[in-house]
């Protein structure tokens, strides 16, 4: 269905009960909705926003579209968690509602401050002749979750040289000073990301560009979070318009980091090694951190891309969150594991050890639609080796280790229902290890792999059939010897 301007800017206010109930019985025919990852109750999620610890709760946000699976008229809602495991849906947060943000409440960011929590968002509005104008703008939630906007932007303007791609702030506060980057794109239609500074998070003043060797790096950096761990400056940002080169940036969009010095905040500068993808996978986009009540660094992606069609859009819903994941930084990259607190979703469990010898196998009791699974590859002869998950009679994904290569691959070429094939249905990395393992979440429609203790991931939406539940262990062209345990993950992780 092709999605007109006016249906993709309706407002929810002018939508019939009737409508809505039939959109929510659409979306929970869906074979495809998931048991524990957040995903939109009708309609589109995309970006994480907003994600902050506050008054004794995780609180995250994200980009809504309420009516389809479509990017249509933007929202923020709310959802939460004591755990970043069981997430209660609360609701809309913000919707537009003034010539500010008419056309849609654009990504942001929160910080609590003097016992309330700040959202700074970015307001996007659109002329007569359908040009755009963005604000940036503020909304303060209380300890009851009662949210206010501010009648007026805190950043007006679009400052000199920049053009009107220019979003999603980023807030932290050092010392006594309030600090955002912006996601901006200069004149000369190439990506980059801007500082400004505030005494109280109303007033705000352009610092200026934020200085990095990556001069011309794609067209438009999305998503900008700048933090500190270990003495060191770390920014993640989106880069769209980045050409595919060797195994990395096959996805329409990508999403990594650069780790350097701390930002030096009054020239605006940051020295920083090479830019690095933070996922490896399909189906990655957009992440946002927070710091954690103890201090640790967790980051949520948005498990979809822009501008491509899914398979659940029949179902008039799209897209999900990725797990919670804690970083850390060791030899100049970061690693991402998955928040202790996901052990709390492991049910039953079963073990099995075996060495194989050139042959594919299946383990009693190994299956399943959603799982967690802990696989080690040790004594590696083998030319390749490694899973697959979700098979079905024509149906499988692949997870395995080239050792010739030295690459570990993800192959969904037979997931189930194809989609976003254009862009390869094969993602590769390069690991040199000598024992391999794979920690996977697999849930209805999705695959999660962190390869050796989180320093690869991969992310991927898959769409097989549902009684695809198998799950073959493989050594081709000579022996491993593998350990596997797996745990049953129930179903009832919102509330």
């Not at 979306?27 to 009708?42: K, L």
């Not at 008054?55 to 755990?83: A, C, I, M, R």
Request: overall charge negative; aromatic content about 12%; charged content about 25%.
């Amino acid at each position: 269905m092709e999605w007109t301007k006016e249906q993709r800017y309706r407002k929810i206010d002018d939508v019939t009960e009737k409508e809505i109930q039939a959109l929510a019985q659409l979306v929970n025919q869906c074979p495809w909705r998931q048991s524990f990852h957040i995903q939109p109750v009708t309609g589109l999620l995309n970006d994480p926003n907003g994600f902050a610890y506050y008054n004794g709760e995780y609180h995250l946000f994200y980009q809504w579209f309420p009516l389809g699976p479509v990017h249509g008229l933007k929202h923020w809602y709310h959802t939460k968690s004591n755990d970043f495991v069981h997430w209660e849906n609360v609701g809309m947060a913000i919707e537009p509602s003034n010539d500010y943000d008419s056309h849609g409440v654009y990504s942001g960011s929160a910080l609590e401050h003097e016992g309330k929590l700040y959202l700074l968002y970015t307001g996007n509005t659109r002329d007569e002749n359908w040009n755009r104008h963005p604000y940036q703008c503020l909304a303060v939630m209380n300890e009851n979750g009662a949210i206010t906007k501010s009648d007026n932007p805190v950043i007006g303007d679009v400052p000199k040289g920049y053009t009107d791609h220019f979003r999603d702030p980023k807030v932290w506060q050092q010392g006594e000073m309030f600090y955002t980057v912006i996601g901006a794109q200069r004149e000369n239609e190439s990506g980059c990301v801007v500082l400004y500074q505030s005494p109280n998070l109303q007033d705000w003043q352009f610092v200026g560009e934020v200085k990095t060797d990556l001069e011309y790096f794609g067209y438009m950096w999305e998503c900008p979070d700048y933090f500190e761990m270990d003495e060191q400056g770390v920014l993640i940002f989106s880069p769209q318009g980045l050409e595919a080169e060797g195994d990395a940036y096959h996805n329409i969009y990508q999403s990594g980091y650069v780790i350097g010095q701390q930002l030096d905040l009054e020239k605006s500068e940051l020295t920083h090694g090479r830019f690095q993808e933070l996922d490896r996978g399909f189906d990655f986009y957009a992440p946002q951190t927070t710091l954690d009540a103890n201090g640790r660094r967790i980051l949520v992606g948005w498990m979809g891309l822009p501008e491509i069609d899914y398979p659940t859009d029949k179902n008039g819903w799209a897209h999900c969150l990725t797990l919670p994941r804690e970083l850390s930084i060791k030899d100049g990259k970061l690693i991402q594991q998955p928040v202790d607190e996901l052990t709390l979703l492991r049910g039953k469990s079963m073990e099995a050890k075996k060495i194989m010898n050139h042959e594919t196998i299946t383990l009693d009791g190994f299956e399943g639609e959603a799982y967690e699974l802990i696989v080690e590859f040790s004594a590696n002869t083998a030319a390749e080796f490694g899973l697959e998950l979700r098979v079905g009679e024509n149906e499988k994904t692949i997870i395995k280790y080239d050792a010739a290569e030295r690459k570990v691959v993800f192959d969904r070429t037979y997931s189930g229902q194809p989609f976003a094939e254009n862009f390869g249905t094969v993602r590769k990395c390069k690991l040199d290890a000598e024992i391999i393992s794979f920690r996977i979440f697999v849930d209805s429609s999705s695959v999660e792999v962190f390869v050796n203790d989180g320093e690869e991931v991969f992310t991927g939406r898959i769409f097989p059939n549902k009684n695809s539940q198998g799950i073959r262990l493989f050594a081709h062209g000579g022996q491993t010897s593998v350990k596997a345990v797996k745990w049953e993950i129930s179903s009832d992780n919102e509330k």
